[in-house]
């Protein structure tokens, strides 16, 4: 939809219906700088609205029985599949990734999120228990929550906002969902398949806007008993301090600072492009992205070379370029931060061995003020360095050599952060070993980001708070009552 100024104008969608809103955000493409979308900046006022439509539908939507919501979530995902080249296009403009990454991964994942907890909620069971002696039968019974509050990320936008409103609307929720103010266009256009696909007026409600404002009304709300973020730590303790006079259920997806553990006995031939891409897939703004490798001492120089011949050819490219494995970064404020992390390292005394200040960037003319950065790698840096430390969230990867397998987990540990770690080596055994004494939510061996979206998905430590996936998904999504009857 063109607005007056010919830019894209979305609007909030509550009850079923798209509203505009008094005032309007800029939202930039990431490729040139330029803004060429407005977004709500809603407040108290559109949560109150989409509060009381979200209440209104709750209780028929969640008296439906679990085969009739699952076929209006797989009826949203045949939609979705149909529109995927739109939605990808729009993804990619919006977020700055390459069209090839949304197209391949971003929107087939949004659809199989649908599709998967449709199949999900069709398969759950409870539990029962007997006391004989006594006469009694024990069983548990579980119900919708009511309405969730679903704040979602700027960095996978379709992709995790339907990882949250899968399994919210499957169990019987009705929901508020904010998308990040930065990626809001494919969010809003969710909006417009949710009626052909038979979901009921006010089951799903979007609304639009910074999180300071909006975000925060929609988590003061007492009517919303339940909040699913995935976003930075600091908005984690935030959500946590207004949630906390309520007694809010929070399920919290936070960053990381995760290693790649590389030993001797790897296979180099694969360890090397799948690291390249753990650490520079999505410009490196995955939560799960490796930011400090550790190889072992024997093969660090011959791994160092290979891995920044290697990182020289990720190219960086206009998001509609087949041929460019990264795109632009989210933000001109997000640029600047990556950068200086760069900075402070080499403050610090460490090198740079390619890309932010020792390379060169080839961009067309039309993006030369898009947020491009090309990919990092830092070396002969400190454990306590803040690149090895903080989440940078961007394309720069640290690669430090180790000795032992004893010292590289106590060194991988010493982090706040406990997401996703990666291990590479042949060597069964020690694989095992070392996956268990790792602090992480998720350990990959000899691989990365295979997502087997049945088993529990989250982090430890500052990582977050909770865990998603069919089962603890679901659990989340819904109360469990123990009921006793004695016959
Ligand atoms: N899953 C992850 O691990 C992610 C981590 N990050 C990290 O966070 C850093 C900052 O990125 P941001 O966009 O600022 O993340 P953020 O945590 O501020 O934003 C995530 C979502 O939370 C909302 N939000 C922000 N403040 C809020 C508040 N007070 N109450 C309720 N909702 C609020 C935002 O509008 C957005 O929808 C990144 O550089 C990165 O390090 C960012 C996105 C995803
Ligand atoms: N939560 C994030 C990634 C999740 C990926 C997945 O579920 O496959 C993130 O980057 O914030």
């Given at each position: 939809?063109a607005?007056?100024?010919g830019?894209l104008?979305?609007?909030?969608?509550?009850?079923?219906?798209?509203?505009?809103?008094d005032s309007?955000?800029?939202?930039?493409?990431p490729?040139?700088?330029?803004?060429?979308?407005?977004?709500p900046?809603s407040?108290k006022?559109?949560?109150?609205?989409?509060v009381?439509?979200?209440?209104?539908?709750?209780?028929i939507?969640?008296?439906?029985?679990p085969?009739e919501r699952?076929?209006?979530l797989?009826?949203?995902a045949d939609?979705?599949?149909?529109?995927?080249?739109?939605?990808a296009?729009a993804?990619?403009?919006?977020?700055?990734?390459?069209?090839?990454?949304?197209?391949t991964m971003?929107?087939?994942?949004?659809?199989?999120?649908?599709?998967?907890f449709a199949?999900?909620?069709?398969?759950?069971?409870?539990?029962?228990?007997?006391?004989?002696?006594?006469?009694?039968?024990?069983?548990?019974?579980?119900?919708?929550v009511?309405?969730?509050?679903l704040?979602?990320?700027?960095?996978l936008p379709?992709?995790?906002?339907?990882?949250?409103i899968?399994?919210a609307?499957?169990?019987?929720n009705?929901?508020?969902?904010?998308?990040s103010?930065?990626?809001?266009?494919?969010?809003?256009?969710l909006c417009k398949f949710l009626?052909?696909?038979?979901?009921?007026p006010?089951v799903?409600?979007v609304?639009?806007?910074?999180?300071p404002?909006?975000?925060?009304a929609l988590?003061?709300h007492?009517?919303?008993?339940?909040i699913?973020?995935?976003g930075?730590?600091?908005?984690a303790?935030?959500?946590?301090?207004?949630?906390?006079?309520?007694?809010?259920?929070?399920?919290?997806?936070l960053g990381?600072k995760n290693p790649?553990?590389i030993?001797?006995?790897?296979?180099?031939?694969?360890c090397?492009?799948t690291?390249i891409r753990?650490?520079?897939?999505n410009?490196g703004?995955?939560c799960?992205?490796?930011s400090?490798?550790?190889?072992q001492?024997s093969?660090?120089s011959?791994f160092?070379?290979?891995?920044?011949?290697?990182?020289?050819k990720?190219?960086?490219g206009i998001p509609?370029?087949p041929s460019?494995?990264?795109?632009?970064?989210?933000?001109?404020?997000?640029?600047?931060?990556?950068r200086?992390?760069v900075k402070?390292?080499?403050?610090e005394g460490a090198?740079?061995?390619?890309?932010e200040g020792?390379?060169?960037?080839?961009?067309?003319p039309?993006?030369?003020?898009?947020?491009?950065?090309?990919?990092t790698?830092?070396?002969?840096?400190k454990?306590?360095s803040?690149c090895?430390?903080?989440?940078i969230?961007?394309?720069?990867?640290c690669?430090?050599p180790?000795?032992?397998?004893?010292?590289?987990i106590?060194?991988?540990?010493?982090?706040?952060y406990?997401l996703?770690?990666t291990?590479?080596s042949?060597?069964?055994?020690?694989?095992?070993?070392?996956?268990k004494?790792?602090?992480?939510?998720?350990?990959?061996?000899?691989?990365?980001?295979i997502r087997?979206?049945n088993?529990p998905f989250?982090g430890?430590k500052?990582?977050g708070v909770?865990?998603?996936?069919?089962?603890?998904s679901?659990?989340f999504f819904?109360?469990?009552?123990t009921?006793?009857?004695?016959?």
């Amino acid at each position: 939809m063109a607005g007056t100024k010919g830019l894209l104008m979305l609007e909030n969608f509550i009850g079923g219906k798209f509203l505009p809103c008094d005032s309007y955000l800029d939202s930039y493409d990431p490729s040139t700088g330029e803004v060429y979308c407005k977004v709500p900046d809603s407040g108290k006022k559109e949560i109150e609205a989409a509060v009381e439509a979200a209440r209104e539908a709750f209780p028929i939507w969640s008296s439906w029985s679990p085969e009739e919501r699952a076929q209006v979530l797989n009826r949203l995902a045949d939609l979705l599949e149909q529109s995927l080249e739109e939605l990808a296009q729009a993804e990619s403009k919006d977020q700055g990734k390459t069209l090839m990454l949304a197209r391949t991964m971003d929107i087939p994942r949004a659809v199989q999120n649908f599709r998967f907890f449709a199949s999900c909620i069709l398969h759950h069971t409870t539990e029962c228990t007997q006391m004989d002696h006594l006469g009694c039968l024990h069983y548990t019974v579980r119900t919708p929550v009511g309405i969730a509050g679903l704040i979602s990320p700027w960095n996978l936008p379709l992709y995790l906002l339907t990882w949250k409103i899968a399994p919210a609307i499957a169990a019987g929720n009705t929901v508020i969902a904010k998308p990040s103010e930065l990626t809001s266009v494919t969010a809003w256009m969710l909006c417009k398949f949710l009626d052909k696909a038979g979901v009921p007026p006010g089951v799903v409600n979007v609304v639009f806007g910074t999180g300071p404002r909006v975000g925060e009304a929609l988590v003061s709300h007492p009517e919303v008993p339940l909040i699913s973020f995935t976003g930075s730590q600091p908005t984690a303790e935030r959500i946590t301090q207004l949630s906390a006079p309520h007694c809010k259920k929070l399920s919290l997806e936070l960053g990381g600072k995760n290693p790649a553990i590389i030993f001797e006995d790897a296979n180099l031939e694969e360890c090397i492009p799948t690291t390249i891409r753990s650490s520079f897939a999505n410009q490196g703004e995955i939560c799960l992205c490796t930011s400090r490798i550790f190889v072992q001492r024997s093969i660090y120089s011959e791994f160092l070379k290979r891995f920044v011949e290697a990182t020289r050819k990720w190219k960086v490219g206009i998001p509609s370029d087949p041929s460019a494995s990264m795109g632009a970064l989210i933000s001109k404020a997000h640029l600047e931060k990556v950068r200086s992390y760069v900075k402070k390292a080499r403050a610090e005394g460490a090198q740079i061995l390619c890309g932010e200040g020792v390379d060169t960037l080839d961009l067309p003319p039309r993006n030369q003020a898009g947020y491009f950065m090309l990919p990092t790698v830092i070396t002969d840096i400190k454990d306590e360095s803040c690149c090895m430390k903080e989440e940078i969230f961007g394309p720069v990867t640290c690669v430090v050599p180790f000795d032992s397998e004893e010292e590289v987990i106590k060194r991988a540990n010493n982090v706040t952060y406990g997401l996703a770690a990666t291990v590479w080596s042949s060597d069964v055994a020690r694989v095992h070993r070392v996956a268990k004494k790792l602090q992480s939510g998720l350990v990959w061996t000899n691989c990365w980001l295979i997502r087997e979206l049945n088993l529990p998905f989250g982090g430890m430590k500052s990582s977050g708070v909770g865990r998603e996936g069919a089962k603890d998904s679901h659990d989340f999504f819904t109360e469990i009552k123990t009921i006793t009857v004695k016959h």
